[in-house]
Every structure is written in structure tokens, then in C-alpha cells.
């Protein structure tokens, strides 16, 4: 049973909006990822792969009174780093930002909405 926070509500929401919308496979969304290779025991809110499980994007959620500011990017980044994920979202169920990420040269471009599932694919090809 998962207790229903206001971080899970938006957690809930998102993964709702990202299958019914932007037509994300309910299947290749994993909650409370682990991420492997941290010191400690830490957990991405939810990860979208490939069908090959290859991460696609990076999804940090906050509950709706959470600001979203550079420490939730930190986070995200910090979680990244070992999961290498292309696209990084975070949301706190009023505002989400989405970014690609270049690998390259470690930067950030902000995107303007969330793209469709079918788009994340593309830019792997």
C-alpha cells in the first residue's frame, strides 16, 4: 500500500498525464527507481525507458507547496548522473519543467512542453 502524500498525488497525476496524454507505455515508467552507483540509498520518483530499457527521461516530483529551484535540479542531476537519462523533468503538479540534456557538454535545453513519448523515441534514431 503507498500512502498517499502530496509528492505521491503528483507522482500519481503525472504518470496518469504522461500515459493518457503524450502516450508514455504505462509499462516502460518505473517508480522509485534506485539509483545504482550513489553512496547512498537514492531513489528517482519515476524513469521512462526505451523498449530496449534504455532510459529515455528522468521524472522528479515535489509536492505543490515544494518551489521548484536549482537544488530539485541538483537532485535531478545528481541522480542522472548514474541513470545518464537524455530528457530531465520535474514538477510539483503546478509547474514542470522539461529539459534535454547534452551529454557532451553538460547543458541544459529547456523545452517548451513536455514532449510525446513518440518524440523521445526519434531522437534516439
Known sequence: ????????????????????????PLALMK????????????????SVHHRDG?????????????????????QTGRYNHH?????LLISNGIQHYCCSVDASSNRFNFLSAIPLYATLIETLT
Not at 1 to 24: F, G, I, K, N, S
Not at 54 to 71: F, G, Q, S, T, V
Request: glycine content about 2%; some cysteine.
Open 1 to 24: 500500500m503507498v500512502v498517499l502524500t502530496p509528492e505521491e498525488w503528483v507522482r500519481q497525476h503525472m504518470v496518469a498525464y504522461l500515459h493518457h496524454d503524450l502516450h508514455y
Open 83 to 87: 541513470i545518464k537519462a537524455p530528457y
Open 31 to 46: 517508480m522509485e527507481r534506485l539509483v545504482k552507483g550513489s553512496t547512498r540509498k537514492q531513489r528517482a520518483d519515476i
Open 54 to 74: 534504455e532510459a529515455l527521461m528522468l521524472i522528479e516530483c515535489k509536492a505543490p507547496d515544494e518551489p521548484l529551484n536549482k537544488e530539485t535540479f541538483f
